[in-house]
Structure formats: C-alpha cells, structure tokens
C-alpha cells in the first residue's frame, strides 16, 4: 500500500448535470476525502493489532474461552479506544459526506432540476410509474445515512436523491471508482470481453441502477443493444435519465418498478445485471428478483451480479466482524443477512442448473492518476475474493476488488 495522497476533487469527471461546487465546498470534499482515506489506512490497521493484542486475550481470561461469533467480537471491540477513535471518525465521514453532498445540490436545487426537466421531456426513454411505492427497506431507512434515501424529494419531482448521491461518492471512493464513479461497470465491462468474447447481447436490463453510473459503460460497450435501466427510486431516475441524456446516451432507457414486481414478460432479456443492488433489499426480494430474473431471461442468457460475497466457511472471525460492521453502524441493514446467505443456493432454488453457476472477481478499472491503492481498501471481503480470483484467473491478477456471481440460463 502506498502512502500517496488521493486525487482532488477537482478530479471528478463533470457533466452537463453536475452541480456548482464553490472553492469552501471542494476543500470540505478533499478534508472527507483525506479523512476517510487516513483512518482506513493508518487507524484501521491497529483496530485489526488491537483486537488481536489485547480485546481478544483480554476476553480469553475473563470468559475461560475464545471469542465464537462476530457479535462478540463487536461487543469486545466496543470498549477498546482505538476501535472507538477508528468507528466513530469512519460513521462520520459518511454522515459528512451525505450532508456535504445534499448541502451542494439543495443550494442550486432548482436549477438542477429545471434542467433536469428540460433534459428530461418530452423524451420517452424516462418512464416514471407513481403507482411504484418505494420498499420499506427504502422507506424507512437512511441508507449508509442518506437523508431520505434514495427517493425522497425537498420539492416535487426535484432531482435531489440522485444529485447529491453523487455528488458525495467521492469522499467515499476517493477516485478508486475512476473519475465518473463508474468503475464497476467499466470492470464488468472487460471482464465480459475477456471471459465471454461472443457474447453479443440484444436486450440487457439493468436493475438497481441507481443514477446510472454503472450502466453506461455497458450501454458504450454494446452501442447495438436495447438497454433498460430499473430503479424504484424516481428523484434518482429524474436524474439519472438527465444525466445521461446531458452526455449523449440517447439509447438507454430508464423505468422505475421495483424489484419485487418487474412488468416484464418471460425471456425478454439476454442480459440481466445487478451491481451492489442485493445488499440493500431484503431475503423476500432476493428470492422473488432471482425467480423472476430466471423467467426474464431468454434461453441462453447470463444474469451476472456484482455484489458482497457470502461468508465462507474459512472466513476469518476479524474478517466477518469488519465486513458485519456496516450493518450495525453504516445504515445498512442488509448487509449481514446477505453475507451469511448462501446466493448458489439461491440461484439454484429460482430455477438456475447447478452446473451454469459460477463466480470469480475482476479488477477495478481506472484510469491513470486515479487511486487505485484505495479500491483494494474499499472491500473487506479478502479471503473469499482471494479464492474467487484464484479460481476464475488463475492467481494472475493483482489488483483485485470486485466479486461477482453469475449464471447462464
Ligand atoms: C447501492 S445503489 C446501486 C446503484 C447502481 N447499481 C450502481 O452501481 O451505482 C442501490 C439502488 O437500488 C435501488 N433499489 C433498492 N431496492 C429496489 C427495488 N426493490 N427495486 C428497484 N430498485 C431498488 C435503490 O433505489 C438504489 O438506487
């Protein structure tokens, strides 16, 4: 791990949609930045020394046993100074984050969502259904302590959601997601190119797109294809759609449904794609999604999914206490139920054959002068990405970050 500082603000890859941002408010984002970036690399590493030099020795002689679960480890861990420093700093960093990012975006909200309109109409690759009422996961939770989630407004059919979701990624990324955020679907990208070089998709819907960071690099990489974009969250889709529209997307379509009843008919879909969507729904949407993304698939098809990977049986206790945390204290609810999931399984029980599973890992995809050393930090999820990448490219890749599952129908 290098020591280099990140990229600056000033960094992030503008577009037509994106927001002033004053000089006080770049210095805000490059202090969260360097902030986040400092106690994940100097700080969270003691955590690690801490619980194994004295929480966990310490709890060996009071308790005549060792630690059994990652509860315990949490419950161990809260006491110790250092872990206290590290957790409290980390949550804030997020919590600044979305204040600074909303802070931003509701200064010029009107602006930003007149031209989001006038992007935005009379256009009919916008489909917007009131009828769609938000799941109570995102209903009723600031997700990683995003005021309102993903889909609420500060005036109506604003673009407040998805601007300041943005926005605040970098503080969170540092640039390791490249300049746009869209490293994710940049690497699912190659990934495809190199694993599956044929494939020439027709129809690809991506579902939980969010603002669409993600999906527009599928949408350049297969300028042929129809491609659908599905999220539940309009303000987010009002956005997303403009956005893509202010940088010359024209051929991706944006619907909001949700997950849980998609008004597509059997085998319209030679693609389906997730990318960190799972984690943030539920057991009950999982098995519905993946049953019903079966049916959508055409004969022949790929669902592939970049998310979290499940625990494994060999996953170190630290390890499951560290990629646990964010369920307790980030605002992710999901987190935990998923890691300890076991999404084979799943895919098999919505109607995958066993034999068309697979999974591997891909390496993030980022352009020079980004921060690369930060995107092997964002996930803590070594071991089983490890294995993953091993098995999928032979131990050949350095830099690995992204673990993905998948399936042909
Ligand atoms: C973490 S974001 C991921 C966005 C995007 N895939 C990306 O890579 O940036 C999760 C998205 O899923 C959406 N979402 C959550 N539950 C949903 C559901 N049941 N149906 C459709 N979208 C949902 C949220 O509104 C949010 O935009």
Known sequence: MSSVLPPTYDRVGRHGLSPDVTHDETARFNFLTNLNVHIGQKIFPGTKLAF??????????????????????RDAMKCDPLYQFWAATRRSTMEMRQQSGRHVVLRQLGKMSAKAAALNAGKNTLVLDPRVTPPDYLAQ????????????????????SGAAYEAGLFVTTAGSMSARGDGAGRALVRYLAEKFPDFKPRRILDLGAGVGVNTL????????AEVVAVDAAAPTLRYAHARSQAMGYGNVQFIQASADDLPFPANSFDWIQTTMFWHETSVATVRAGLKKIHEMLRPGGLTLHIEQPNFAADTPLWDRFTRDWDAWFNNEPFW?????????DEMAAAGFGRDRLFDGATEADIEPGM??????????HKPELKRADDAANDGARKGEFWYL???WK
């Open 217 to 224: 690099p599928i949408v350049q990489a297969f300028p042929d």
């Open 405 to 407: 599952f998948g399936a």
């Open 141 to 160: 939770v600031d997700n990683h302590w995003m005021p309102g989630s993903y889909y609420s407004e500060a005036t109506p059919g604003d673009v407040l």
């Open 371 to 380: 921060y690369q050393d930060w995107a092997s930090t964002l996930s803590r």
């Open 336 to 344: 935990r139920k998923l890691h300890m999931m076991n999404v084979f």
């Open 52 to 73: 194994e030099s004295r929480v966990a020795p310490a709890f060996d002689k009071a308790h005549g046993r060792a630690l059994r679960d990652q509860c315990e480890v």
